[in-house]
């Protein structure tokens, strides 16, 4: 399959990318549930990352706003592209958008810009489709009703381009409400980018402007929400191993799993392996292009000249240091147990951790603990 030298054909390439695979003509059981009344008196428990514990009111679910939703099928366009935060989701997009330009025929030695990201993906917490659902500011939206028709959005999302597209998320793969956080019939594919959780905590610590403790804290607990704003509905990511597991465990769609650390070691062999897995056919040289014009240098460079609108304002920068094996020397060594031993199976799932079954398995000679030292063994 050959990609023509236009942004359309680079968007035709993306949508043959898949459809060999079965078209979702039915109606899922996302928009099953859609339809579906909860309990009269639903009553949960919204936890903030603040650490803070708020109950939504005793409201009856009749009593929600109705927006009309719809059980028309899906357009199976949106390629994921999903992660915890701080786990290299920007720098993906960011390659993504130069890679399309250099197959495109853009022959400009010009990196693409940061603060157009949106011309080949797009994010689906914008509040817009969400309000013209409901009918009212999302800051008037109880959460029940925006896990209600958040299905409902990414479908008129899919359907609302002819082609194959990006669209970014930090959601946690589930239920939320009784309703799906991903309408899987909207969905062609997912790239699922995981990052060693000791460094992502440094990195989301500086990003959210908390503490290391209170990072930690929050990557660990449960079900964990980060509240909206007049501009974003709040995203649910559950804790960091929840997280990941959700996506991994997904077995009806593609997914590609790209380590971050993968992408820092040998960033020619991770992001080749990316283009093959899109069916994007590009030359050695474009490949190349590509990834030097979305460096962490380069996009660095970038927020320091012009900013970049996706900072947030508890951010200093949003382009921080980008290494791997920071929490060497940030991390003190409770700070590393704790985290190992919340989330030590997953971390040897991904090789962050060696083997290990946790536990005395033979009690004789030789036998060893489970969390002792544990930092003279992470990967």
């Known amino acids: 399959m050959e990609i023509n030298r236009s942004g359309s054909g680079c968007q035709n390439a993306l949508r043959r990318?898949?459809?060999?695979?079965?078209?979702?003509?039915?109606?899922?059981?996302?928009?099953?549930?859609?339809?579906?009344?909860?309990d009269s008196t639903e009553r949960s428990n919204a936890v903030l990352p603040c650490g803070v514990t708020t109950e939504i009111p005793n409201v009856p679910m009749s009593e929600l706003t109705e927006p009309g939703l719809s059980l028309a099928p899906a357009a199976q366009h949106?390629?994921?592209?999903?992660?915890?935060?701080?786990?290299?989701?920007?720098?993906?997009?960011?390659?993504?958008?130069?890679?399309?330009?250099?197959?495109?025929?853009?022959t400009k030695d010009v990196p693409h810009d940061i603060n157009r990201?949106?011309?080949?993906?797009?994010?689906?917490?914008?509040?817009?489709?969400y309000e013209k659902l409901l009918g009212k500011p999302i800051t008037q939206a109880h959460?029940?009703?925006?896990?209600?028709?958040?299905?409902?959005?990414?479908?008129?999302?899919?359907?609302?381009?002819?082609?194959?597209?990006?669209?970014?998320?930090?959601l946690c793969l589930g239920q939320d409400y009784r309703y799906p956080t991903i309408n899987l019939d909207a969905t062609?594919?997912?790239?699922?980018?995981?990052?060693n959780p000791l460094d992502v905590t440094i990195s989301y610590a500086h990003h959210s402007a908390q503490s290391i403790d209170g990072t930690i804290l929050h990557m660990k607990m449960p079900n964990m929400k980060v509240p909206g704003n007049e501009n974003n509905v709040y995203e649910?990511?559950?804790?960091?191993?929840?997280?990941?597991?959700?996506?991994?465990?997904?077995?009806?769609?593609?997914?590609?799993?790209m380590r971050y650390e993968d992408m820092l070691a040998n960033p020619e062999r991770s992001f080749a392996l990316l283009a093959r897995f899109l069916r994007l056919r590009c030359s050695h040289d474009q490949l190349k292009s590509a990834i030097e014009k979305s460096s962490f240098g380069e996009l660095r460079r970038q927020e320091q000249e012009r900013g970049f609108i996706e900072k947030p304002a508890t951010a200093e920068k949003f382009f921080r240091d980008g290494r791997a094996g920071q929490w060497k020397q940030n991390l003190s060594e409770a700070q590393?147990?704790?985290?190992?031993?919340?989330?030590?199976?997953?971390?040897?799932?991904?090789?962050?951790?060696?083997?290990?079954?946790?536990?005395?398995?033979?009690?004789?000679?030789?036998?060893?603990?489970?969390?002792?030292?544990?930092?003279?063994?992470?990967?």
């Open 117 to 129: 990201m949106n011309e080949h993906t797009t994010w689906e917490l914008l509040a817009e489709p």
């Open 143 to 170: 959460q029940a009703e925006i896990a209600r028709v958040r299905p409902e959005v990414q479908r008129r999302l899919a359907n609302s381009r002819p082609t194959p597209f990006f669209a970014k998320t930090h």
């Open 78 to 106: 949106i390629i994921w592209i999903a992660s915890y935060p701080k786990s290299g989701n920007t720098w993906v997009r960011a390659f993504i958008h130069n890679l399309l330009k250099e197959i495109g025929g853009d």
């Open 236 to 257: 649910v990511l559950g804790s960091w191993s929840q997280h990941v597991g959700s996506w991994l465990g997904l077995s009806s769609r593609p997914v590609f799993l």
């Open 17 to 38: 990318l898949f459809y060999g695979a079965p078209y979702a003509k039915q109606i899922g059981r996302h928009q099953m549930w859609m339809n579906q009344q909860p």
């Open 336 to 379: 590393i147990n704790t985290i190992c031993a919340a989330h030590g199976p997953m971390m040897q799932r991904l090789g962050y951790l060696p083997a290990d079954c946790g536990d005395f398995v033979f009690r004789g000679p030789g036998a060893r603990g489970g969390a002792h030292n544990v930092e003279g063994r992470i990967q």
């Open 188 to 195: 062609l594919a997912v790239i699922y980018l995981v990052r």
